[in-house]
């Protein structure tokens, strides 16, 4: 007797649970569990990094990440406004901007400003200001598309209302359709805040004293020191102890908006 659609689904699903169970029982009783605890999570390696993982490398990275979503933060705003102007050299120019910025890697972005401006203007940068604009100026290029994205699913009713009300065109933009297009890009400029916070782990290329420090660098030092893959396991779960809350933040504004909307 042939099956129903529904006893067709329940078989192919139970045989994908049997494969799942099966491959992971493969993995636990070929694993060397002894081994993997020596080179992934040896607990006196780790008990070695603290507190310094966290007063130093943790701090800094969470310091390197919030200068660098400021400025970026502002910077996009300012290109989004150019990008949505009617004079066309402010679009051009914004265009040219987001287009470079998010066409080179923030790796040639970092070289380009810890050695190449150094080098030509004969300039020395202070670390927080080069991991600031460097950061900056890349996550600048992505939040303005995005804020010009909040900004255009304002309706256009909103700055209507207020220019018939009296509003100049910068008043009703600052007053009634930036605060409205903010509302609506929240999660995706959190998700660019988390991705900031990955790219801070170029700041190594900069050549860093001991308090100056972030995570990956920390645990890149302490791998060469103790022959351990065991600092980057806690470089990544310090990533996490960042990234983890901030990723519910996205999801609970994320509800929050389409609960609004």
Same mark, same amino acid.
């Given at each position: 007797?042939?099956?129903? @659609? *529904?006893? @067709? ?19 636990? +009783? ?5 081994? +993997?605890? *020596? ?43 150019? *990008?949505? %102007?009617?004079?066309?050299?402010? @679009? ?19 070289? %380009? ?5 150094? /080098? ?6 202070? $670390?927080?200001v080069t991991v ?30 207020? $220019? %018939? /009300?009296?509003? %100049? ?10 605060p409205q297009a903010?509302?609506?890009? +929240?999660?995706? =400029?959190?998700?660019? /805040? ?13 050549? /860093? ?10 645990? @890149? ?31 609970? =504004?994320e509800a929050r ?5």
């Amino acid at each position: 007797m042939a099956m129903t @659609r *529904r006893q @067709r689904t329940r078989v192919i699903r139970t045989l994908q649970y049997a494969v799942l169970v099966a491959v992971l029982l493969a993995v636990v +009783l070929a694993a060397d569990w002894g081994e +993997l605890r *020596r080179a992934f999570f040896d607990v006196e390696v780790a008990r070695e990094l603290f507190p310094d993982i966290i007063a130093t490398a943790l701090v800094n990275t969470v310091v390197y990440t919030l200068f660098g979503f400021g400025f970026g933060l502002v910077l996009g705003l300012v290109l989004a406004l150019m *990008r949505l %102007s009617q004079v066309p050299p402010y @679009r051009w120019l914004s265009i040219a901007y987001i287009e470079f910025f998010r066409g080179v890697p923030a790796l040639l972005v970092f070289i %380009s400003l810890g050695f190449g401006v150094p /080098l030509a203007f004969q300039i020395a940068l202070d $670390r927080y200001v080069t991991v600031m604009l460097a950061l900056g100026l890349v996550g600048a290029a992505y939040m303005a598309e995005t804020i010009r994205a909040g900004i255009q699913a304002v309706p256009k009713g909103q700055l209507e209302a207020a $220019r %018939s /009300l009296g509003m %100049s065109q910068a008043r009703a933009m600052v007053s009634i359709i930036i605060p409205q297009a903010f509302r609506i890009v +929240l999660p995706p =400029l959190t998700n660019e /805040l988390i991705l900031l916070t990955k790219d801070s782990s170029l700041v190594y290329l900069l050549g /860093l004293s001991l308090d100056q420090y972030e995570l990956a660098k920390f645990g @890149r030092d302490a791998l060469n020191q103790h022959r351990s893959l065991t600092p980057i396991m806690v470089a990544g779960l310090c990533y996490l102890l960042i990234t983890l809350p901030l990723g519910d933040l996205v999801r609970r =504004l994320e509800a929050r908006t389409a609960k609004s909307r």
